[in-house]
């Protein structure tokens, strides 16, 4: 069956506007993880936030790579290589074009977020920063968002300033105005938070950084899978997102910077592939974007995720996003019904990622339950402990939403956790 | 009772449950009658280094016996733990550090002592032989 076809109805849709026309069960069937049994039971899969699954056409494309196309890419002078190499960089226009970059060389593939982040940290951070010198983050990162700035920051004597976070989860917007200063020299934040969903005011931030000439990092990895999300227009100097959250594989991500804060960043890792010329003497650099890429990539992967891109683009993101709304909506709607179910986070503008706690029964343990019914589900402190410490909580279970789930799974959800409550109770 | 006669306990006790949620359910059983860990043990010291649930471990030797005492702050966890202080405790360290628990296989239960598996179960087993081997290590010494 050809995507193309079952997709979507393409004489209704209209990109414009969000009103759904896509057929949804269609999209579903072109999901083969999802037309498992686990413990006996049609898998329910929620952990879309953690890992989202691949539609058909990505897994037969990497296939195709494996049985037809495979050797090195770049500077093979033989057709395999040749070929190989552009299919590779073909992603590269792909994302350029999802993220609306301005120029090819700003999109540079990693090895996926964490990644990212750990690049502009170390290449940036090691050329800019200064004992004294000012990183904020905000009190909901993803460790990944944390962690790499503390190393930085150990290395060259800058420190770290937190924009806190209010009960709902929204960050204090005028605690992160006090924040700025002259000691600033980078913001970095979470666009949409993996533990609570929040959707934090970016465009604010950007603004009020480059109001003082401050760079700003955002962690996309949440936003880039769920909405559109355009370079140009947020303005924002660096951006990290990862394949495997947006239909793609593994193992792959990209950072997107500016051209011009790119080219006077040095290169963090060394290699093949990024280099000009060598001797033991010296070495130059290769140009953007290959200055940042050492070493024979994944190149299967990257393949991949252009087709993921392509599965995301028919279908549509505004589609995409609506589509995850309402089923948002109808998840928080049906959850908020169950007694004992407190939900965590619950910011005005959330993407499709519910956190909460059943009574005072553990996490791990009611992710053990729900396992049995079918239904996976992550739990635990989703790798941002001190927003498990806002709340004085070991962790929360989480469902995540995908495009591809429906009204059936949150319903399948709904009775595992009366279940975990009647098993527990 | 021989370490080995008590796998086979264990294996018999669980062979009567019918179904997964009957085992869970006991295993739940298990870990809340377990004597709890006193406070003051619940420390950070003791803790097993898992990825979601907290588990505390603490030992003593008498008359050249190990005893395990520990605690979970997860239901099922507490349960599994419960099995483990149960298996290992009241015997010399050659013997623990010569036996590994095989009867969670036969109990359905062996995803939760996967190593991979984020439950801290399996480092729990290698902190209750490293204790084995310190008063070991301690008694020859003596």
Redesign the interface.
């Known amino acids: 069956m050809a995507t193309t076809e079952v997709l979507v109805m393409e004489d209704t849709i209209k990109k414009d506007t969000t009103r759904l026309t896509t057929d949804w069960q269609a999209v579903r069937k072109q999901f083969p993880v999802l037309q498992q049994k686990v ?1 006996g039971q049609p898998l329910v899969y929620l952990d879309n936030g953690a890992s989202s699954q691949m539609p058909q056409s990505t897994i037969d494309r990497i296939n195709r790579y494996h049985s037809a196309e495979h050797s090195n890419v770049h500077r093979g002078i033989h057709t395999l290589s040749q070929r190989g190499t552009d299919y590779y960089e073909e992603t590269r226009k792909k994302v350029k074009k999802f993220i609306n970059a301005r120029h090819l060389e700003e999109v540079i593939y990693t090895t996926g977020t964490t990644d990212s982040i750990n690049l502009v940290a170390q290449s940036y951070g090691r050329k800019y920063f200064r004992e004294g010198d000012e990183i904020i983050l905000s009190e909901m990162e993803h460790h990944a968002n944390i962690v790499p700035w503390q190393m930085i920051a150990e290395q060259t004597g800058a420190v770290l300033r937190v924009i806190p976070m209010t009960d709902n989860g929204e960050l204090k917007m005028d605690d992160f105005h006090h924040l700025l200063s002259d000691r600033t020299k980078m913001v970095a934040v979470v666009h949409v938070s993996n533990a609570l969903g929040t959707i934090n005011p970016v465009e604010e931030i950007i603004e009020a950084a480059h109001a003082r000439d401050i760079p700003v990092l955002l962690d996309g990895a949440q936003a880039v899978p769920h909405s559109v999300v355009d370079m140009q227009k947020l303005d924002v100097d660096f951006y990290a997102f990862s394949a495997h959250k947006m239909c793609g594989p593994t193992g792959f991500g990209i950072l997107y910077g500016k051209k011009e804060l790119l080219q006077e960043m040095p290169p963090y890792r060394g290699g093949g592939d990024m280099i000009d010329k060598v001797t033991f003497e010296k070495t130059t650099w290769n140009d953007l974007p290959h200055k940042f890429e050492a070493g024979t990539p994944p190149i299967a992967v990257g393949i991949g995720l252009g087709t993921s891109l392509d599965y995301l683009n028919e279908i549509g993101m505004e589609q995409i996003e609506a589509r995850e709304h309402e089923l948002l909506d109808y998840a928080t709607q049906e959850l908020s019904k169950i007694e004992d179910v407190r939900i965590i986070g619950s910011s005005a503008k959330k993407a499709s990622v519910i956190s909460f706690l059943i009574g005072d ?5 009611a992710g ?2 729900l396992d ?1 019914k079918g239904i996976a589900v992550r ?3 989703h790798c941002a402990q001190p927003v498990m410490q806002h709340y004085n909580i ?2 929360t279970v989480r469902a995540s939403l995908s495009f591809y789930n429906n009204e059936e799974d949150i319903d399948r959800l709904v009775e595992g956790i009366k279940y975990v409550k009647e ?2 109770g | 009772m021989s370490i080995q006669e008590k796998q086979e306990r264990i294996v018999k006790e669980f062979k009567v449950l019918q179904d ?2 009957e085992r ?2 006991y295993i ?1 059983k298990l870990g809340s009658k377990m004597d709890p860990l006193p406070e003051a043990d619940k420390v950070d010291e003791n803790l097993v280094k898992g ?4 588990v505390w471990l603490t030992a003593d030797m008498n008359d050249g016996k190990v005893e395990y005492y520990a605690d979970s ?5 507490k349960g599994l733990v419960a099995l483990m202080v149960r298996f290992f405790s009241g015997h010399d360290p050659n013997t623990i550090l010569t036996t590994n628990p095989d009867f969670i296989d036969e109990i359905g239960m062996a995803q939760h002592l996967s190593p991979t598996r ?2 801290g179960l399996a480092s729990m087993v290698k902190q209750m032989k490293i204790y084995a081997m310190a008063f070991k290590t301690k008694e020859s010494l003596s």
């Not at chain 1, 029964?361 to 343990?365: A, L, Q």
């Not at chain 2, 990825?51 to 907290?54: L, Y």
């Open positions: 413990h029964i553990h996490p791990t343990d053990t339950i049995q739990t635990g402190h070991p962790g098993f527990f | 997964w949620p869970y359910k739940i990825c979601q649930s907290q702050d997860a239901a099922i966890t984020a439950n």
